[in-house]
């Protein structure tokens, strides 16, 4: 049996879309507040971009996402 985690950040763009960003195997505990720092510390250094180029202009939501696989018998 396998888990695997991930947390994903959602963000705004200037131009009014959404996009997020995905990141393997976040630490065990980890905070919205961890989150919310992380993600705004992306959008102030302008650090990455959403689809097409796209300036991010605010974080709005975090998630942890966990699946579990488990091999057939």
Do not use: H, W
Request: aromatic share 4%; glycine share 6%.
């Amino acid at each position: 049996m396998c888990n695997y985690r991930i947390a994903e950040l959602t963000f705004s763009t200037v131009g009014g879309k959404s996009t997020s960003v995905t990141i393997s195997a976040p630490r065990a505990g980890i905070t919205l507040q961890d989150a919310k720092t992380a993600a705004n510390a992306l959008v102030a250094n302008k650090v990455i971009l959403g689809s097409g180029d796209a300036e991010l202009a605010a974080f709005t939501t975090a998630r942890e996402v966990t699946t579990q696989t488990t091999e057939l018998q």
